[in-house]
């Protein structure tokens, strides 16, 4: 994998998180039925373990000795 590539997978991890807990906080303040509410938790919960995961292969990937 090419430095860019894992850059690209750390922004993206990156994006995901600010994107999905920045969602939650304001979810969390708003006066929405509680099914609303736990349908859009699990689907941050999923959201913010995916980010998490492309984040980390692209942050392993930067320190993985590289042939370019």
Known sequence: MTKKTAWILVTAGAWTLYVWISRVVILAGQDTSTGFKVVHFALAAVSIGFGVAVG???VRALRAPHAD
């Open 56 to 58: 980390l292969i692209g």
